[in-house]
């Protein structure tokens, strides 16, 4: 779906930041080319995936060693694309551990690009030990378990399981360069755990919109 675009410039301000334009070069249009809740389970475009229910709400999911594609053809003339969504994560992941249980890594690639190169930790930080993350940074960083997120207190998607450790979530936006009429957008993991079991650790995601951004 294309609506209708408008000037703005103060709710771009990381788009300033980031790609040093100031605020009368910024941007001249905003439009939304895409955009899904799941709530109709509309899975057009997308690869992989199944919508499912949590907390009441739908979301495509939960991915464990895997993940989706959406592809996009046809985009109208553009020079950015922003893309915003919740990711939630589920249960047991471990951060920057390595070994047997991690690192647990996800990723958001735009034709190929590496956009979202992380990792999460959900759990509790104690005495003796307190599972890192690098999110809400790129690469290999170490932060406190759900830093950045919007809510760490959303149930586990299997609350029967000792790994149960309540689900985080997190509302991601990026703004990417670019200008093709197609646009390949991949969302995956990589999980590192003994057993092929989604209720040790899990991903789902919701709300997920792309936004086209033109520069005057």
Not at 122 to 148: I, V
């Amino acid at each position: 779906m294309v609506i209708a675009g408008r000037r703005f410039c103060s709710s771009l301000l990381s788009l300033v930041i980031s790609f040093g334009l100031s605020c009368e070069q910024a941007v001249v249009l905003d439009s939304v080319l895409y955009f899904n809740d799941f709530e109709t389970t509309d899975l057009d475009n997308i690869t992989g995936g199944e919508v499912t229910k949590f907390n009441g709400s739908k979301v495509i999911g939960n991915f464990f060693r895997s993940g989706f594609t959406l592809e996009l053809d046809g985009i109208p003339d553009h020079d950015y694309l922003q893309i915003t969504f919740d990711l939630l994560i589920h249960d047991s992941w471990d951060g920057n551990i390595t070994g047997e249980y991690g690192p647990d890594l996800w990723f958001m690639h735009i034709d190929g690009q590496k956009v979202v190169y992380t990792s999460f930790a959900n759990g509790l930080c104690n005495s003796a030990y307190c599972p890192q993350q690098t999110y809400p940074e790129n690469g290999w960083r170490f932060n406190n378990p759900g830093t950045g997120a919007t809510r760490k207190d959303l149930p586990a998607w299997c609350t029967h399981t000792q790994f149960s450790n309540n689900s985080t979530l997190y509302k991601i936006a990026r703004t990417v360069g670019h200008t093709s009429s197609k646009a390949d957008l991949r969302f995956f993991d990589e999980l590192t755990h003994p057993t092929n079991d989604k209720c040790d650790e899990s991903w789902s995601l919701d709300n997920l919109k792309i936004t086209l951004l033109r520069t005057n």
